[in-house]
């Protein structure tokens, strides 16, 4: 989950070391011992210093709080608390450590000098952090001498507590689950509600996706029960960077925002390396492979990332800079990670050639390590003890890290976002910092690396919320009637008269509602429709994640598609940094479930999928160059039927073929797709009917080139999305095909959301499909490896089900290109038609 | 139960594989059907023939020979047709049947496009067209909360289908088997128990391993734990003593049918309090969005008084809330009342409808207004336990001997509260009203008469059981461990709404 700023910008310091940043990125480069130094440096940017823009507390706030405020607030602040003032929702978008948190806790403070009744909702992403946020407010409004009653309310809180809060506290801080259930119960929150003025949304940028289409309807459930007792909240937002702050505002909440993105907030210069790990002539490392989560594949492509991996090279670097006087994190995906790096850096800094200057002191940090000896390396590293730590994402948010200096990355973290919130963990107010990111052999890492331009000035991601998906809706339609007759007036908020009207029909038929918008609809049933909600799942029947014996495990619910995927038996679940395998898949029973085991095994698994798409239905289309492309609805049944397990580190495939034991799912859901011209078939078939595929036997042979060009798009398509939109690419799918089920004559390639219902992923891919295919372009094109075929790090994809063959680049790049009307079908010299590709005699293909 | 019209009950026999003969018999003598029911789902012929070995009247299975089958019991006609298909030539050969029961009909849905239909509406509704009478469709595939007309069209003459289901009810807990008591005019009650509450099971703190306990110890009928001591059952292994004594305080309550203290705790109102006012509240649902009916009994005037809104629109839904508490200010000073379960429904929703709808009487109903449950007292705060199947006030009531009649025996809450959400529709605008008489024709009327005679019913017998709680002698000493399993009695025994602190 990604993180925020906790970080108290007002508080009082530990104390940061006076002389300057030890090494800048040009002295990293000088000082690194030449024997490990092969051209390492592939970039080097130096972000400015930002000085800090502050407003007169007074001109914000009323003269007794300003009076007690130490600092005055930074610009940004004071711009969202004179829109609160004005009236209006808003939505911070400013950057880690720029103090989100005291926009709402200071108009919750000016608020409740007018009334001490006042009530504020806060929405967190997760318990550790609302526990974080009531500290950190606790001492905010200690520090303005208010009373200020604050509760975190959620599955920890006592039942007594729980009555104490829900009648006193001024501030409720809960979760999105916790809202979901809460409602239901909404009499008891009578006053509460009555008097709620403020609904804060911490993270705004985390609720994407699935989990996001289910916090907007808890959110518009809420607001409704809110208005219902009389209360007029407004909302406050804070988000990450992303491309879409306003509409993802009103996307969740339903009502517009005013963003406010002009950072008032200080940072030091920046020197930020991207530093490729070099070419491992010597064999030394763990033998030439990749790092988890990717790698070579086997069968007949031989060819091998001849790199040393991000997680040797990553740790030499980062003890170089904590032994030069740089105190630095480096993170990590896993736990077993951060524990090898340790003991990686110190072997770097024992090796008697390399000149360490000694005693340099290195810890590991990771949630398996229990509180007290994780508070006691947060304390080691504050005091200055320690000269580095090797983190998972468990130092990304919240925790005070003391004075950072250099922050190293093993890989891209997946997001932009997630990617400046670790680099920011260094460098606090306006001292220098340094920060390495050390690409991974993987699609995103080696975009990145070629693409900085990416992180550094495009337009960041946007979130997808999608309200689209009916099965989401009614259920949460279920709950909102059960929670007060819906009516007609409900209609705005859910959906519209129109499909409001369908769904209560539905429900009526299905006996799940009872009664008309005119009266009032109600939920049919005395069980709690709430408890049928997941976060993580669509249309509920959600696998619980248990553990072997006794232990228990606090993982969500997961959704149907996910639990075959990634949960069937045999699979390795990667879970907070720990490993686990998957014993026991059940659903022949009310609670499906999966069943894990604690495991500790150096391969990890990935599961292959048969995909076929059928009833496809269009909803819209457009023109892009000569293509014709669809977005709609269309049934897709996919068989997770085999997995694979790979060795961690090297890649190496230990397995094929294995057998997961699970049936095919058959969702309706969203999907885009694009229909070839059959003259640019025509001309991308002949110029690549020379290529041959031996392994693609079952496929007509001259088709090997065009059918690998237009299966390679697509896989370049998914690998590529993650940059434009805020989502896991595992929960996009697609199928490469020479004749789409409703137009037999016509080859292409589709795109689908892979859960019930579509998250509206496809959709987003519609709408932007230019600038996906011109980076899918772009990957193939700039990889390293060179290679027709592709490689891990850009055409191939694990999870495909025929074994990523054919994959065809240059036959790729044609299809792109027509597409973005950069290739000349008629002047292309291949034009002699050959009647036969086309109608019936067209050979049926499918490739996913 | 007695009541006008027959009885019907349906099982599925994954719900009652585990009972043992004792507890099916249990079954069969609690709900004392005219007609058993097995739907298809899950159909096992071992439970089938341990039914028909257990039952004198008629035992239907559904998957029995695919053929048409009639029984007329009570008077009421039940057709029953193994598929829709044989619905063709049934209206021809019989088609007198007041309820057509056929486990074809169920709905088809689509939650992605939102659409759903009724699979075996067509020959549904050419049964309908050419049936004499207009036959309610009973399906097991549903559940026996399912009510829902759906309509057709044959040769261009629109028709409607009322569809209820007959299966038992899927609850958190297990299932709860249902039966429905049906008249000749397609009205239809339902009653259900927990298919966990029968034999032995049917003792407050007896569970399966528990029930198998007392069996190996030669304790296999509820009389015989009955005049167990509780030193006896003590001495049995997994069984401690609190266990021991709430076993055998349900067991002598439902013996005796009496209630059991198990406190020493005065019953509350304290006997100083002004005399008690028991009151029933009638809504259109779990979630009301009206009160239409609230009766009121005064023991000490022997008085039943009741406000009704027999025109209920829901632009005044309030109507009778009014009503019924400017009387009470008027009248009582600071009045005690008590309802069953009062403090999870009726109190908190006459709460809500009085600050919406009476805001002059806020002040005096949060002020002098007291409220008690007696449910609450006995049930979930462990001070009683009492005879009944179930604890709700019906089966509680019919345990001590309170017996309906007429009119009142034939309504249940749910069915009531389904016809005024009917009539609600029904009185839907100007439109609805030019068609209002083929409407009316077809919905149930609300008998009004007949739906206070019901309230009264229950308010009179609250009044019985409250009474026979006070009159059961307090436990002479503090359970050891009182409070302990303080949440067990609520486990499976209330179907009220969800219980959870949240």
């Known amino acids: 989950m990604p993180p925020d700023d906790t970080e108290n910008p007002m508080a009082n310091r530990e104390s940061t070391p006076t002389d300057g940043l030890a090494l800048t990125a040009a002295e990293l480069v000088e000082t690194y011992p030449s024997s490990r130094y092969g051209g390492q440096d592939r970039e080097r940017f130096t972000l400015p210093a930002e000085s800090a823009s502050h407003v007169p507390a007074r001109e914000v706030l009323p003269s007794e709080l300003a009076a007690k405020l130490a600092v005055d607030p930074w610009s940004h602040q004071a711009d969202a608390l004179e829109a609160l003032s004005a009236g209006e929702n808003v939505c911070v978008a400013t950057s880690t450590s720029s103090g989100k948190t005291y926009v709402y806790g200071l108009d919750i403070a000016r608020r409740f000098r007018e009334n001490p009744n006042v009530r504020a909702l806060l929405v967190y992403p997760t318990k550790a952090l609302s526990r974080d946020q009531e500290r950190e407010l606790n001492d905010l409004f200690d520090a303005l001498g208010l009373e200020v009653t604050v509760g975190v309310y959620d599955g920890d809180t006592k039942r007594q507590e729980k009555v104490r809060i829900r009648e006193e506290a001024n501030v409720v801080i809960t979760n999105f689950a916790g809202v979901n259930q809460y409602l239901e119960g909404h009499h008891r929150w009578a006053d509460f509600h009555a008097n709620c003025d403020l609904l804060v949304i911490d993270e705004a940028h985390a609720w994407t996706g699935i989990s996001g289409m289910h916090a907007a309807w808890i959110l518009r459930r809420a607001r409704r029960l809110i208005d219902w007792y009389g209360g007029d909240p407004q909302y406050v937002l804070t988000t990450a960077t992303i491309g879409n702050p306003a509409e993802h505002a009103e996307a969740l909440t339903g009502e517009p925002a005013t963003v406010i993105d002009e950072d008032g907030s200080p940072s030091g210069r920046r020197h930020l390396v991207f530093w490729d790990p070099p070419a491992d002539g010597d064999g030394s490392g763990s033998g030439g492979g990749a790092d988890t989560g990717d790698g070579d594949r086997g069968g007949d492509s031989a060819w091998t990332p ?57 810890a590991a940090y990771n949630a398996g390590h229990g509180k007290q000896s994780r508070r006691g390396t947060e304390n080691r590293l504050k005091s200055g003890d320690l000269d580095g730590v090797a983190t998972t994402s468990a130092l990304e948010v919240g925790i005070d890290v003391g004075g950072i200096d250099g922050t190293v990355l093993l890989g891209y973290p997946g997001s932009r976002q997630s990617f400046w919130q670790r680099i920011g963990r260094s460098g606090r107010d306006e001292r220098e910092a340094l920060s390495v990111f050390v690409p991974s052999h993987a699609t995103l890492d080696q975009y990145i690396l070629r693409h900085p331009e990416y992180l550094l000035e495009e337009e960041p991601e946007s979130a997808v919320v999608d309200l689209e998906n009916n099965p989401v809706y009614l259920q949460h339609l279920q709950c909102a009637a059960q929670e007060l007759p819906l009516r007609r007036e409900d209609a705005d908020r859910f959906g519209g008269l129109d499909r409001l009207e369908r769904a209560v029909e539905y429900g009526r038929r299905t006996g799940d509602l009872e009664g008309s918008l005119a009266g009032g609809v109600t939920y049919a049933h005395r069980d709690r429709p709430q408890d049928e909600i997941s976060l993580y799942a669509s249309g509920g029947n959600a696998f619980e994640v248990r553990l072997a014996g006794e232990e228990s495990i606090d993982h969500q619910p997961i959704g149907r598609a996910r639990a075959y995927r990634d949960y069937h038996e045999g699979a390795t679940v990667l879970y907070r940094g720990d490993q686990y395998e998957v014993v026991d898949l059940r659903e022949d029973r009310p609670q499906p479930y999966v069943e894990l085991e604690a495991v500790d095994v150096d391969y990890y698994t990935q599961s292959q999928r048969q995909t076929t798409i059928y009833d496809t239905e269009v909803r819209e289309s457009r023109d892009v160059g000569p293509f014709r492309l669809n977005w709609g609805y269309g049934t897709v049944t996919v068989h997770h039927d085999t997995f694979m397990k790979r060795e961690i580190g090297s890649g190496d495939v230990r397995a094929v073929g294995l057998e997961t034991g699970v049936p095919p799912l058959e969702m309706r859901t969203q999907l885009c797709w694009a229909e070839v011209p059959h003259d640019v078939e025509r001309a991308v078939t002949a110029a690549h009917s020379d290529y041959h595929n031996d392994e693609c036997e079952d496929l007509p042979p001259r088709l090997h080139g065009y059918l690998g060009g237009i299966h ?49 992923f496809s959709r987003r891919i519609y709408e932007e499909y230019e600038a996906v295919t011109r980076r899918a372009r772009d990957l193939m094109v700039d990889c390293a490896c060179g290679r027709d075929e592709g490689c891990p790090a850009c055409l191939m994809d694990d999870r495909c089900g025929n074994d990523n063959r054919p994959l065809y680049a240059p036959a790729a790049t044609d299809v792109i290109d027509a597409l973005l009307g950069d290739f000349d079908v008629e002047g292309s010299t291949v034009l002699e038609t050959n009647e036969e590709t086309d109608g019936e005699r067209r050979p049926p293909a499918s490739i996913s | 139960m007695s009541a006008e019209g027959a009885e019907l009950l349906a099982l599925r026999c994954d719900a009652v594989a585990d009972l043992g003969e004792p507890a099916l018999r249990d ?84 939650a992605v496009s939102l659409d759903a239909t009724l699979a075996g509406r067509e020959a549904a509704a050419r049964y309908r067209a050419r049936a004499n009478g207009e036959p309610t469709f009973l399906t097991g595939a549903l559940e026996a909360s399912y009510d829902h007309v759906w309509e057709a069209t044959v040769d261009g003459e629109a028709v409607r289908l009322p569809v209820r289901g007959v299966a038992p009810l899927r609850r958190s807990g297990g299932a709860e088997l249902a039966a ?107 979630q009301p969005t009206i009160i239409w009916l609230i009766g009121v009994y005064d023991p000490e005037r022997d008085a039943y008084v ?197």
């Open chain 1, 712 to 760: 390679a798009v697509e896989h370049a398509m998914i690998a590529v999305a993650p940059l434009e939109l805020t989502v896991d690419a595992a929960d996009l799918g697609g199928l490469a095909t020479n004749r789409l089920p409703d137009t037999p004559g016509t080859s292409g390639w589709f795109i689908y959301d892979g859960v019930e219902g579509g998250l509206g």
């Open chain 2, 27 to 110: 079954v069969v003598d609690h709900f004392d059907p005219a007609l058993v029911y097995v739907v298809r789902d899950a159909s096992d012929v071992r439970v089938v023939s341990r039914l028909r070995r257990l039952f004198d009247g008629p035992v239907v299975s559904a998957t029995g020979p695919a053929a048409v089958r009639t029984e007329t019991v009570a008077d009421v006609s039940f057709l029953f047709a193994g598929s829709t298909a044989l619905l063709e030539d049934a209206a021809e050969t019989h088609p007198n049947a007041d309820y057509v029961v056929c486990d074809d009909l169920e709905p088809r849905t689509d």
């Open chain 1, 306 to 362: 001849s790199k040393r991996p991000a997680t040797v090279e990553a740790p030499e670097v980062w003890a170089h800079c904590c032994d030069r006087g740089v105190p630095s994190l480096l993170f990590c995906d896993s736990r077993k990670q951060t524990e090898l790096a340790v003991g990686r850096a110190r072997e770097y800094l024992e090796i008697p050639s390399l000149p360490s200057r000694g005693g340099t002191e290195l």
């Open chain 2, 306 to 502: 009741d406000f009704v809104d027999t025109e209920p629109t829901r632009d005044d839904p309030g109507a009778a809330t009014r009503e019924f508490v400017s009387w009470l200010a008027a009248k009582y000073e600071t009045p005690s009342l008590l309802a069953w379960n009062g403090h999870s429904f009726d109190y908190e929703h006459l709460e809500r409808f009085i600050a919406r709808d009476a805001p002059e009487f806020h002040e005096y109903w949060r002020e002098h207004v007291s409220t008690y449950d007696p449910y609450d007292w006995a049930v979930r705060r462990d001070n009683a336990v009492l005879p009944g199947r179930t604890n709700r006030l019906e089966d509680v009531a019919h345990a001590l001997g309170c017996d309906r009649s007429g009119a009142a025996a034939a309504l249940d809450g749910k069915t009531l509260a389904e016809r005024i959400r009917r009539l609600l529709e029904g009185s839907n605008g100007p439109g609805s009203g030019a068609n209002g008489g083929s409407d009316a024709a077809i919905s149930p009327g609300i008998d009004w008469d007949a739906a206070r005679r019901y309230c009264e019913a229950d308010v009179r017998e609250l009044a019985a059981v409250y009474d026979a709680i006070v009159a059961a002698p307090p436990a002479t000493e503090e359970p050891t461990e009182h409070g302990a399993n303080g949440d067990r009695a609520t486990d499976d025994s209330t179907t009220q709404t969800g219980l959870a602190d949240f």
């Open chain 2, 180 to 286: 429905l008591t049906c008249d000749r005019a397609g009205s239809v009650a339902v009653s259900s128990v927990p298919a966990d509450r029968f034999g032995l099971q049917a003792l407050t703190g007896v569970g399966p391993t528990t029930a198998e306990r007392l069996r190996t110890n030669g304790y296999d009928t509820r009389a015989a734990v009955a005049e167990a001591t509780e030193t006896a059952l003590c001495s049995i292994d997994g069984i401690g003593a609190s266990t021991a004594r709430e076993i055998v305080a349900s067991a002598r309550a439902l013996a005796d049918s009496r209630v059991v203290r198990r406190t020493a705790d005065p019953v509350p109102p304290a006997s100083d309090a002004a005399t008690p006012l028991f009151v029933d509240i009638e809504t259109d649902g779990l």
